[in-house]
């Protein structure tokens, strides 16, 4: 058998619209606060204690003596140097031309006896 269908619910009536609040007071001004106490002056800090001294290095041992070097071969003899080929033989002079004879000088005057 067919299930009855339920009948429609009705709509709800609307809400009547809420009523402003009242606009808050203001508040009071807060009191001032009072002035903080100057804070104690720090107690000066203790001095320092000295450093002990430090111990001294122990002194360093001595190095090794260097081991002498071995001595330098001799050097190998140079090859001797190849003999100069001869120079060529240089062509003679060209004969020179002979000179223009002087003139003859003037014959001296005779000296005052």
Same mark, same amino acid.
């Given at each position: 058998?067919?299930?009855?269908?339920?009948?429609?619910? /009705?709509?709800?009536? /609307? !809400?009547?619209?809420a009523a402003?609040?009242?606009?808050? #007071? $203001?508040? $009071?001004?807060?009191?001032? !606060?009072?002035?903080?106490?100057?804070? $104690?002056? +720090?107690?000066?800090?203790?001095?320092?204690?000295? !450093?002990?001294?430090? +111990? *001294?290095? @122990?002194?360093?041992? @001595? !190095?090794?003596?260097? +081991? *002498?070097?071995?001595? +330098?071969?001799?050097?190998?003899?140079?090859?001797p140097l *190849?003999?100069?080929?001869?120079? $060529? =033989?240089? #062509?003679?002079? @060209?004969?020179?031309?002979?000179? *223009?004879?002087?003139?003859?000088?003037? =014959?001296?005057?005779?000296? @005052?006896?």
């Amino acid at each position: 058998a067919p299930v009855p269908r339920a009948a429609p619910v /009705p709509r709800a009536a /609307p !809400l009547p619209r809420a009523a402003p609040l009242p606009r808050a #007071a $203001p508040l $009071p001004r807060a009191a001032p !606060l009072p002035r903080a106490a100057p804070l $104690p002056r +720090a107690a000066p800090l203790p001095r320092a204690a000295p !450093l002990p001294r430090a +111990a *001294p290095l @122990p002194r360093a041992a @001595p !190095l090794p003596r260097a +081991a *002498p070097l071995p001595r +330098a071969a001799p050097l190998p003899r140079a090859a001797p140097l *190849p003999r100069a080929a001869p120079l $060529p =033989r240089a #062509a003679p002079l @060209p004969r020179a031309a002979p000179l *223009p004879r002087a003139a003859p000088l003037p =014959r001296a005057a005779p000296l @005052p006896r």
